[in-house]
């Protein structure tokens, strides 16, 4: 059997072809997380067995090897899963919760391993010592290798949330967490999970609530045409409407509340992002709301008592009735300040509609903030004059950052999505591609950044979250994971992203302390520092960008640290 202790940011695969570098030493601060990974492999299949349990594989006839971590540090230990990326290479990503696990030849045993560091453990170095045993099913174990790792811990503090300053936006995909689950939408269970999901994204500074005030506002991404992958991806509004006997129409926000409460209680309440009543897309083959008097075809679903059915809002005056309900309900929370009315890529035939349906929204209310992320640079000119928080896509942000930094100066936010190839948060992306976003959203000069799936599962994410695959890289729709015990998994990839976020913090504080001296460790850092030359097309990457080592970022943090340090 052969042992590796790796850099946090390693990611194995099926296709791997070259032995792993490894490390002697993580440093961490307080307030913050060591983190390392542990592989294994004889190109057999094995189990694996974290601590002194029980646990015998499907087939008895395999070899049982047990793990044992010891260290004075606190130490947590999971699993690393493996999805299908490009080419039929698996990747691993989701940490598990199960402290057993069977792996193939084919793959390393992959096992994360962090050391939460909090204020209260003193600076200094802390021996840890891997030991792993090996049985036959009854028999005795017995130690077959040891590896050691030295955790240094530094004495930098960070503070209680670093991600404070920092504007991550991860649109949330509530009615995709209830179906994923299997529990009734807007549920007890459900909020359960929406908890869940808020203090996942609090932890790595999210500010942003999506609400869904329109139903199906994405018509579920094309999920009733592509059929490569079953998906179901509809997202449902969180407002109840009905329409009395006596024709009045009248809003039932409990729903929204609670997701707001929830939300908020976990500490996401920056920003309020309401989706489904400006540039709702309209795909080829969805029936609409074909007579509804409004340039766009919103879709808001009533119960009618006179009736008894279920119908859709189609007279000017009901929706602009509705409209203005749910505005007023906003202001009557005291929040209205924090509302941002959001469209998601408008497109150049749709810029006329898209100007006569926010002429009828301030015509209800002309103090409505506009949000509206951009993929195209035609419309992003178009449109800029009106819209109060830009986000623009990678492309779009590296050829305009400038220019609305001084129109939009701290409203913007830049995004990646589908694309660029690089550097990106796919499934098959080095991983510290992730971790770079911290320093993009810096270098651009943004208040944060933006990404549109945190859950947007396909309807067998525990085993494969592949949909789409033409128009979607893998590992787009999500960055957490669905677990069979009722609870969220995270990735290596969002463990990048907390990372990245620390090195956004720590950039501020070295900037503030020494301006010119920081400015020349990102350039030496970025080698390329003119954003103009980072993409050859829209699509497409400069390839000789981006080319950090893990060895790369830990000089580069050191760096950083030196500098705060002259600062206290």
Not at 94 to 122: H, M, W
Not at 126 to 155: A, C, E, H, W
Not at 167 to 191: C, G, K, T
């Amino acid at each position: 059997m052969k042992a590796f202790v790796v850099h946090e940011s390693y990611k194995a695969t099926t296709g791997f072809n070259s032995v792993p570098v490894e490390i002697e030493e993580v440093r961490v601060s307080q307030n913050s997380f060591g983190a390392c990974q542990l592989l294994f492999h004889d190109g057999r299949k094995n189990h694996f067995i974290l601590g002194k349990e029980f646990s015998i594989a499907d087939a008895i006839e395999i070899p049982l090897y047990r793990i044992e971590i010891q260290s004075d540090l606190p130490v947590k230990a999971q699993f690393v899963e493996y999805y299908y990326g490009n080419q039929d290479i698996l990747f691993a990503d989701k940490l598990i919760d199960q402290t057993n696990r069977t792996y193939s030849g084919d793959r390393f045993a992959s096992l994360y391993v962090e050391f939460p560091i909090s204020e209260d453990i003193s600076a200094g170095d802390y021996p840890v010592t891997i030991k792993l045993f090996r049985s036959q099913l009854t028999g005795k174990d017995q130690l077959v290798l040891t590896k050691t790792l030295k955790v240094t811990v530094n004495d930098h503090a960070f503070p209680a949330d670093p991600a404070k300053a920092f504007n991550l936006n991860f649109w949330q995909q509530p009615s995709n967490l209830a179906r994923s689950f299997d529990v009734p939408l807007w549920s007890e269970e459900h909020f359960r999970l929406i908890g869940e999901m808020a203090s996942s994204l609090a932890a790595i500074g999210q500010k942003a609530v999506t609400v869904i005030a329109g139903e199906i506002p994405w018509k579920g991404w094309f999920n009733y045409i592509v059929k490569d992958y079953p998906a179901n991806l509809y997202e449902y509004s969180m407002i109840r409407v009905k329409k009395t006997i006596a024709g009045q129409l009248i809003c039932d926000f409990s729903i929204l509340d609670r997701y707001l409460d929830c939300m908020f209680a976990a500490g996401v309440d920056q920003e309020i992002d309401v989706f489904g009543l400006l540039g709702v897309w309209q795909p080829p083959f969805f029936p609409l709301v074909k007579a509804l008097e409004h340039p766009e075809k919103l879709v808001i679903r009533y119960y009618n008592e006179a009736e008894e059915t279920m119908d859709f809002i189609q007279q000017k005056a009901d929706l602009q009735e509705y409209l203005s309900q749910v505005f007023a309900h906003f202001k009557a929370l005291g929040v209205w300040d924090k509302v941002r009315i959001v469209s998601d890529e408008p497109k150049v035939h749709e810029i006329a509609t898209f100007n006569a349906s926010l002429a009828e929204l301030k015509a209800i209310d002309e103090t409505i903030q506009i949000k509206v992320a951009f993929d195209k640079e035609d419309v992003l000119q178009q449109l800029l004059p009106q819209i109060d928080y830009p986000v623009t896509s990678y492309y779009c942000t590296c050829n305009n950052y400038e220019a609305l930094n001084q129109s939009h100066s701290g409203k913007t936010q830049y995004y990646v999505c589908n694309y660029p190839d690089k550097p990106n948060t796919f499934l098959h992306s080095p991983i510290l591609e992730t971790r770079l976003q911290g320093l993009l959203a810096h270098h651009f000069k943004t208040n944060g950044m933006l990404r549109w799936a945190y859950n947007c599962w396909p309807e067998n994410a525990r085993e494969d979250i592949r949909y789409n695959t033409s128009s979607l890289p893998i590992g787009d729709l999500c960055f957490i994971y669905p677990s069979n015990s009722g609870h969220l998994l995270l990735s290596l990839r969002y463990k990048q992203l907390q990372r990245g976020i620390e090195d956004f913090y720590l950039i501020k504080q070295a900037e503030a302390i020494m301006p010119e001296q920081t400015a020349q460790l990102i350039n030496d850092f970025l080698v390329v520092t003119d954003p103009k030359e980072w993409m050859l097309d829209s699509h497409t990457s400069n390839p000789t960008v981006f080319h950090q080592t893990f060895s790369d970022y830990e000089r580069f943090r050191q760096s950083l640290l030196a500098i705060v340090q002259t600062g206290k």
